[in-house]
């Protein structure tokens, strides 16, 4: 009995390996497909098919205008993930979505500000360092550490002195951050 459950166990193994990539490339969506979801009323669908074109179509740029229609849209996962995808694919963006982008970074809510924080890293967004500099007061810590380095990528070395009394700050991580930062703006 146990050598034919041993059987069974490996041919219905062995059948999954088979047909597990066949039923995956199945459920993978066209971009088009994909563009439609982010008309979802549900939030959650609306950031899976951001990531899905994130993900499966990196080099198109079908998708931006609809992705950046989602900066000021009403659901927080929404917003905040069209932010990280428009950051992470180097996006083309206006002054506009810049300042929607901005918008996230002064949430009370930190995993807000730190999704606008490191949108902007990945756009040409050195018009936003004013509202960058400000996010070092923060409260949040992990809000003052990917100010440090958002910074480090946009800034200048005459940033330097905005970080600098994060050197004395009571975290270990955001001293470290700011240091990460201030030995990146120096050799900039």
């Known amino acids: 009995m146990k050598i034919l459950n041993k059987r069974s166990f490996l041919a219905l193994l062995f ?20 563009i439609a979801e982010l008309d979802n ?39 905040r993930k069209a932010a990280r995808v428009l950051g992470v694919l180097h996006a083309e963006v206006s002054s506009e979505d810049l300042k929607n982008i901005v918008v996230l970074t002064k949430s009370n809510d930190p995993g807000e500000a730190i999704d606008g924080l ?37 800034g200048t070395k005459n940033d330097i002195p905005a970080i600098e009394p994060l050197l004395a700050n009571k975290n270990a991580a955001v001293q470290k951050d700011a240091r990460d930062a201030i030995f990146e703006l120096k050799n900039k």
Request: positive net charge; charged residues 25%; contains cysteine.
């Open 41 to 79: 009323p549900h939030g959650s669908q609306v950031a899976s098919a951001m990531l899905a074109l994130e993900k499966q179509y990196p080099n198109s740029t079908k998708a931006f205008p609809k992705i950046k229609s989602l900066l000021k849209d009403n659901r927080p996962e929404v917003r």
């Open 118 to 154: 490191k949108a902007l890293r990945g756009l040409k967004a050195q018009e936003t360092i004013p509202d960058i500099k400000a996010c070092l007061n923060s409260p949040t810590p992990n809000v003052m550490r990917d100010s440090c380095r958002t910074l480090a990528v946009l």
């Open 15 to 34: 059948a999954g390996l088979l047909f597990a990539p066949a039923s995956i490339m199945a459920a993978q969506k066209t971009e088009e497909q994909l």
